[in-house]
């Protein structure tokens, strides 16, 4: 289950997710909105096993509204959870309450660090210094997260030495997982804006994927092993939600812009704040139901992005199709190219380098 949480403290000049700057005096009515969403929801058919709150910056919410959001979804669920995970950003790291996301039942915190270099955090539009992000880890695992995973952005303002030494920092820290994102020009965002201007410095693609490269092998070299193109764990602790989604598992997604999988259909809550928190339980749109050949596509791309990829017995069982067959040359000459490798029954992308160019790699499976 996700649960996206739309308030930002300020909008980050590359985000195009669909949060609100400030919007504070709407928290209490959004949050008896999602209540209504998920109580509305009655199909006690499902059990639900994890639990993710997204956003926009969750931890804008009080206690008291996550524990009121918390009590509609085992109202209205079958639950058997095994990960509640909330994003949260530096300067929301609190101990007092860290301690009471505890009691409520979270067990892993994602805190968007995105850099440990304050230039960078400048440049990168964020409302926290390095300085901060020590603290807020430090305080999140002495009010009892053990399950601590930071997200880095990567691709800006970044030289070989200065990311290898952001990822030394970030070992000596006590974390268990790493996201680390290329960062990407969005449409409707400032940075668009600025590199339409020819105004914003980036790394050009071949330096990326050297940075890619540096950072695999280093966060690999300090036991944090790569599950996912942007993934990295300590053994163990892989982020149970995100591996629903790259496996194929329905999901049900509450809040603003949140999009769901059920019974093979796709639906989409609504993007407007105001619609939302005026009728919640009208707000899902049906956007699709997926055809066979959308769905066998969808779930074979989806389950290449995980470094151990497919397993082509367990998907014809599941999909009803060998991929050599259903795919046929394109996949071959994938192969053959070395981007794909087939070996013990699994087909996975082949290697950091083929990680990097995956989207190209998957446009030719579409
Ligand atoms: C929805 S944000 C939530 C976390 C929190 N709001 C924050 O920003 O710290 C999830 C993550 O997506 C990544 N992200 C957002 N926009 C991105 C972009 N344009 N390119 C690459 N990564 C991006 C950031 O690393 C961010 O931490
Ligand atoms: S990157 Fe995170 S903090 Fe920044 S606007 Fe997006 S959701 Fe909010």
Known sequence: MYIHIPFCYKK????????????????DDYAKALVKQIRNFNDRNYTVKTVYFGGGTPTILKVKHLEAILRAIDATFNLDLEEITIETIPNNVKFEYTKALKSLGFNRLSIGIQSFRDEKLKILGRIHESKESFKA?????????????????YGIEDSLVSLEKEID????????????????????????????????????????????????????????????????AKSGYHSKHNISYWTGKEYIGFGVSAASFLKRKRF???????????????????????SNDDLIKEMFILGLRLKNGI???????????????????????????????FKNNRIFLNGCEAMFVSNSIFSELI
């Not at 980050?12 to 928290?27: A, D, M, N, Q, R």
């Not at 790493?178 to 668009?192: G, P, Q, R």
């Not at 367990?314 to 981007?339: P, T």
């Open 268 to 290: 989409k809550v609504t993007d407007n704040l105001k619609k939302f928190i005026n009728n919640p339980t009208e707000s899902f749109l049906i956007e699709e139901s997926l």
């Open 169 to 232: 920092i970030a070992m000596n820290l006590p974390i268990k997982h790493v996201s680390a994102y290329l960062l990407t020009i969005e449409e409707k965002t400032e940075f668009f804006e600025l590199k339409e201007m020819g105004k914003l410095k980036l790394s050009d693609d071949d330096f990326a994927a050297e940075l890619y490269s540096k950072l695999c092998e280093k966060l690999e070299s300090r036991g944090f092993m790569q599950y996912e193109i942007s993934n990295f």
């Open 12 to 27: 980050c000049p590359y985000c195009s997710f669909v949060s609100y700057e400030k919007h504070f005096c709407l928290l």
């Open 311 to 341: 397993d082509v017995i367990d998907f014809r069982e599941k999909y009803g199709v060998y991929v050599f067959d259903y795919f046929g040359d394109e996949l071959q000459n994938l192969i053959d190219m070395g981007f794909l490798k």
């Open 137 to 153: 880890i430090e305080t999140a695992f002495k009010s009892g997260f053990d399950n601590i995973s930071i997200d880095l952005i």
